[in-house]
C-alpha cells in the first residue's frame, strides 16, 4: 500500500526532482518550480509519498466558492502504475473534502503524453468539463477535469 503524507520545506528538493524525471518540467524551468513551491498561497498543500516517486500539490481556487485545484501531480516514470498518482489524487481529495471542498479541479494538457494522466482521472470519476483550444501552446489544449466531492 502506498503511503501518502503531507511534504515538508525538507521535501522540495525531491519534489522538483520528480518534476523533471517526470517530464512535467524540463530542467530550465526546475528553478522555477522549485522556487514557487517555497511561495505556496495560504491554504496549498504539498503531498509525497513515503518512498519519493510520487508528489501533488493542492490548492484552493482564488474568488470561488469551496472549489480546490489539484496543480500539480507527477510521478517517477520508474513508479508508474503502481497506484501512486491514484493513491495522491485520493489524498487530495480527502483533504478537499475535509476543508470543506465542494468540488476538485485537475487540468492537464491534450498532448499524447499526458494521455495515462486523462486515463487515471477519468478511471477515478472526473468528469471532463472543458478543453480550451491552444492554452498551453499551438495545438496544446487545456483540459479541465471535475469531481463534486
Known amino acids: 500500500m502506498t503511503m501518502i503524507r503531507t511534504a515538508r520545506p525538507a521535501d522540495h528538493p525531491t519534489i522538483v526532482d520528480i518534476a523533471?524525471?517526470?517530464g512535467l518540467f524540463d530542467a530550465d524551468d526546475a528553478a522555477a518550480?522549485?522556487?514557487?513551491?517555497?511561495e505556496t498561497a495560504a491554504g496549498t498543500v504539498l503531498f509525497v509519498d513515503?518512498?519519493?516517486h510520487g508528489a501533488a500539490m493542492l490548492a484552493p481556487e482564488a474568488m470561488s466558492d469551496a472549489?480546490?485545484?489539484?496543480l500539480f501531480?507527477?510521478?517517477?516514470?520508474s513508479a508508474q502504475r503502481a497506484g501512486i498518482g491514484r493513491a495522491l489524487v485520493t489524498e487530495a481529495e480527502a483533504h478537499a473534502r475535509a476543508a470543506g471542498g465542494r468540488m476538485l479541479l485537475i487540468d492537464t494538457?491534450?498532448?499524447e503524453d499526458q494521455a495515462a494522466a486523462r486515463a487515471l482521472y477519468a478511471s477515478l470519476r472526473f468528469d471532463?468539463?472543458?478543453t480550451i483550444p491552444g492554452y498551453y501552446?499551438?495545438?496544446i489544449d487545456k483540459v479541465t477535469y471535475l469531481r463534486r466531492l
Open 20 to 22: 523533471v524525471r517526470s
Open 109 to 111: 494538457a491534450s498532448v
Open 33 to 38: 518550480f522549485g522556487e514557487s513551491l517555497r
Open 137 to 139: 501552446g499551438d495545438g
Open 67 to 70: 472549489v480546490w485545484n489539484l
Open 73 to 77: 501531480l507527477a510521478v517517477d516514470p
Open 128 to 130: 471532463r468539463v472543458a
Open 50 to 52: 513515503g518512498d519519493g
